[in-house]
């Protein structure tokens, strides 16, 4: 597999009110995303999650070391908007990142923005709308959709750019449980039936638990990565960094206290269930 | 209460009206407010009246909506209507008390004057309602642009009014909101004197322009994400492109320019 973005020795530091009061986020920081892999940022608030998918597509610029997308240096300004239409980034407040008044328009301003033709836009717009499943809202206004709805107009946004990768910035922090399903399969469905590379920020453990790759950081740092099973059964880690695992771990994890013997790998509660039922009947 | 600001709100929907090219819209918009002001007569008012009934029905608009938007327009009719009714000069009196006189040409033009607003803001909303904001400014932009050579920053703002148009709806919502909790702390936005009710709006203010400033920051960065950098480069979804319809409306609306003017030099 090729490599999307490359992190290498990224540091990074935000300008303080004072002189000498600047914030350090990431001392140094080396990460790489495979292209086309699902890859969940997990990690406690202020731990640089944000700060970290605002590098991606050269929205920050790092301090010292680099950012390579798609082996485009993020640093490099002629490069900038081939990254931005490579890396599409879909942000926490749906209100804050729809342009237009009314659905498709809002989703054709990537593609007007990079000078596509307009039969092509049309066709790009119908396209994006289907796949998140908003198609027949397409006329409506967006101030008047749900949470969930509007989170997938933006993503339909995104994709009408044809991106290589999308990044996900906690996309259903604000959302209700039913705007947060839809999210996620409409994220799911697209790392899975068109290959785009997904790196989804959030602190969700469930929605983390959906990728291929989970990458823990706090203060600054990767503490924890690998598949989510390997992950999160790692449940005292998570502890002492202010995450708790999913529940099926976490329940696992509280029965092995009471002398119980069962693996920690189990994500989903109808796997957990089988494993409980499995050991109870033994 | 603040959800009935219907000023700048789109219905989507499928009639002739909403069909037009919005620079069609946007011409015969202008043309009707001239002809509203060249009326001088009972028949060329109604002239007017019947192009705008014809409109609004054609639209589809529910009359509820136009009734709505002229809600928050009570006060300057009502005082208008005043200020017409005592200081026309005139011969017909009809009641005199308290050195006041209500003559019957001080009614006429009280009349006239209050139609004119009425057809006027009501002419406007249904350019409002029946085109969608970005039909709009695009409507805008291309009717502004020779003045592009002139430097003018006709895009930007095209896209600011966009905006400004798009985020009303959200900051009402927000507005209710950040009232509803200065309630909920015992802020009394309804009684006491002018003064203090001012003041109690400050709470009101401020943190609705902190969020607005932090929501202005956010779109910000997120139309940087989708590679926006001006006007230039960039291409449109729906291209601005006349119809036979188009030239239609073009003629009723010149037709009705020129009955109100020909009315007019008869002195109708």
């Known amino acids: 597999m090729s490599t999307a973005i490359s992190v290498e020795h990224l540091k990074y530091t935000y300008p303080g009110v004072d002189e000498g009061a600047d914030v350090s986020v ?84 990537g593609p007007e923005n990079l000078g596509v033709s307009s039969p092509e836009i049309r066709r ?8 998140v499943g908003m198609y027949e809202y ?19 946004g995104v994709i009408a750019m044809q991106p290589k990768c ?44 959906l990728a291929d790759r989970v990458v823990v950081l706090t203060g600054g740092e990767v503490v924890a990565d690998g598949t989510p099973k390997e992950v999160f059964s790692q449940v005292d880690k998570m502890h002492s960094i202010g995450l708790a695992a999913p529940e099926t771990v976490e329940l696992c994890s509280e029965l092995n206290k ?6 920690l790998d189990k994500l989903d509660p109808v796997e957990c269930a089988q494993t409980l039922y499995d050991f109870l009947k033994v | ?21 919005p620079r069609t819209k946007l011409v015969i918009l202008v043309l009707y407010i001239i002809a509203l002001f060249m009326a001088v007569s009972w028949v060329s008012y109604g002239v007017m009246f019947l192009f705008l009934a014809v409109s609004v029905a054609i639209s589809g608009v529910p009359l509820k909506s136009f009734v709505k938007g002229l809600k928050p327009l009570l006060f300057i009719l009502v005082f208008t209507a005043i200020l017409n009714i005592f200081f026309t000069a005139g011969e017909t009196v009809l009641v005199s008390f308290l050195g006041a006189t209500i ?11 209050l139609t004119r607003i009425l057809m006027l803001v009501t002419g406007t909303f249904l350019l409002t309602y029946t085109t969608s904001p970005i039909a709009l400014t695009d409507g805008l932009e291309s009717l502004l642009g020779p003045l592009k050579k002139l ?104 037709i009705t320019l020129t009955a109100v003017l020909v009315l007019r030099s008869f002195g109708l």
């Open chain 1, 26 to 109: 990431f001392e140094d920081l080396d990460l790489t995303i495979e292209d086309g892999s699902f890859t969940a940022i997990l990690g406690p608030n202020g731990c640089g999650k944000s700060t970290l998918a605002k590098h991606f597509n050269g929205i920050l610029l790092p301090s010292g070391g680099c950012v390579y997308i798609y082996n485009m240096d993020s640093k490099d300004e002629e490069k900038l908007m081939n990254i931005r239409r490579t890396v599409g980034m879909v942000f926490q407040n749906p209100d804050n990142q729809i342009v237009a008044n009314v659905v498709e328009e809002d989703v054709a301003f």
């Open chain 1, 124 to 131: 790009r717009v119908d396209r994006a709308l289907k796949q």
């Open chain 1, 138 to 156: 397409r006329e409506h206004a967006p101030h008047l959709l749900s949470g969930g709805q509007k989170q997938r107009i933006a993503i339909a």
């Open chain 1, 166 to 209: 999308i990044v996900l910035d906690e996309p259903t922090a604000m959302l209700d449980p039913r705007g947060r399903r839809e999210v996620m399969e409409t994220i799911q469905n697209l790392n899975r039936d068109k290959g785009i590379t997904v790196v989804l920020i959030t602190h969700h453990m469930d929605e983390a638990a």
């Open chain 1, 258 to 263: 009471v002398g119980f013997c069962l693996p």
């Open chain 2, 1 to 21: 209460m603040l959800k009935d600001i219907t000023l700048g709100q789109y219905f989507p929907g499928k009639s002739a009206i909403h069909r037009l090219d």
């Open chain 2, 103 to 113: 003559t019957l040409e001080g009614l006429v033009r009280a009349f006239f004057m």
């Open chain 2, 151 to 254: 430097r003018l920053p006709v895009h930007e703002l095209s896209m600011m009014m966009c905006i400004a148009l798009r985020f009303i709806p959200t900051l009402i919502e927000e507005t209710d909101k950040i009232m509803s909790a200065q309630k909920a702390r015992g802020v009394d936005f309804e009684s006491g004197k002018l003064m203090q009710r001012v003041r109690a709006l400050i709470p009101i203010l401020v943190p609705l322009f902190i969020s607005a400033f932090r929501r202005a920051d956010e779109l910000a960065t997120a139309m940087e994400c989708r590679c926006y950098q001006g006007g230039d480069g960039r291409t449109k979804m729906k291209l601005l492109r006349y119809k036979l319809l188009d030239f239609k409306a073009y003629g009723v609306g010149i």
